[in-house]
């Protein structure tokens, strides 16, 4: 038998009048990768955040070891040699590697020698874990994948044997989660327990050696993974079958022009041109999908085209509903409460930054952008029950657990932040839909559901522009594939056109010297 780094006994936590664990039960052998799934809401955070002392259980026990220990802060598990790294990194910009490193561990008044002893300890763990990083560099100037790295390095650095990630490749390329997953495997031949946190069944049976699969605070399902197969875990997660979304076969001519852009320029402030000359038509009834590795215009042309920033060369022409157009040359720009009075809603790719108040109830949050709806005044004034009610409404159609509409809205998961946004831009059956990285944090139930929300608006008529670093969504849904890279469009394929190897050989395309043009 391999001896446990992980047992859960008997872990009962509520909040509120939900039971967010009831009675869970979890065993991690040592030096193993284990993963734990479910819906959105299932529970897996919770428990995540009992194991690194963020919650208290009300009930149950906490073994390591084989032994039992009571987990009441984040320190407390660090020092029984628990990490985690978090969804979203909590990492200061402005600081270097190593600064963020030794960031609360700094070692007293003796600093600066404390400062090379941490050096010389962090470079040897990039060494041994492969996890390189330049101590001197600044975080504000590395990617992704490397802030990916620091925060595991920060957790090694304070002695972690077990080691929490909570959907580690959300804003990962392909490559960088290669990347990422030979990391772990090299951390479990050195002895690191790995709990993976991920709604990718692929994954998980990529990396992992057993599996265990939540739904509503339960455990439903623990196995090898080598036993299992991804209908199995999605059967497990959401309690039925889930099905890919039924495209219409229907042949369908060209819909009238939505948004016509041309010829769209933007640099940002370090003089980068992260926009080069992009031309783009959307036409009703049509789902143009934007491919690209992160960071090369991608969200540049969502902020653009949503009114969040002003191109600076270009023209942006919209069609009305009554036939007549309105056109802006730059650096003229409509602001995002103009363009939804065009009916241009916009799901943006950070819902924390842009999509929502972490501060505000759920049903203050389900209205933001909305507050002159009709349905939620009273006279001159809003409505707080009216807002409610709509919430309800919203949080029914789109599954929002717990539907709780007087909930804070940082305390829903990350998932159901995500349902809320889409609740509240789907609902007033827009004319154009920009919409950035839909499903990125959410499960395999939610995705399939928000894949057919968005089939549903297209075959309304609906002009949908969606970027998505995930390939397989964007060959699933979009009607027609244009390539970014650089800031440039460098392909321009029909649906049946497209494959992943061949959007991925135009992913690494430069675009050449010329103007880069997507026509209908």
Known sequence: MVPLAVQLRGIRKRFGNVWANDGVDLEVARGSIHGLVGEN????????????????????????????????????????GVGMVHQHFMLVDRFTVLENVVLGAEGGFALRRG??????????????????????????????????????????????????????????????????FAVLRDLKARGVTVLLVTHKLKEILAVTDGVTVMRAGRVVATCRTADTREQQLAQWMVGRQVLPVARSTEPRGPGEVRLQADGLWWHDTHGVARLRDVTLTLRAGEIVGVAGVAGNGQSELLAVLAGLLAAEKGRLCWTLGDGRQRELHAPQRLSPRELRHLGVAHVPEDRHRLGLVLGLPAWESALLGYEDDPAVHRGRWLSPAAMRAQCRRLMAAFDVRPPEPSLQTSKFSGGNQQKLILAREFARAPRVLLIGQPTRGVDIGAIEYIHRQIAALREAGCAVLLVSTELDEILALADRIVVMSGGRITGNLAREEASEARLGALMGTSGGGGPAEVAA
């Open 41 to 80: 809401g299932a529970g897996k955070s919770t428990l995540m955040g009992i194991l690194y002392g963020l919650h208290e259980a009300d009930e149950g026990e906490v073994c390591l070891d084989g032994r039992p220990v009571r987990l009441r802060s984040a320190q407390e598990a660090l020092r029984h």
């Open 115 to 180: 400062m090379a002893q941490a050096q010389r300890e962090l470079e040897r763990l990039g060494r041994e874990f492969g996890l390189a990083v330049d101590p001197r560099s600044r975080v504000a100037d590395l990617p992704v994948g490397a802030l990916q790295r620091v925060e595991i390095l920060k957790a090694l650095y304070r002695g972690a044997r077990i080691l929490i990630l909570d959907e580690p490749t959300g804003v990962l390329t392909p490559a960088e989660t290669e990347q990422l």
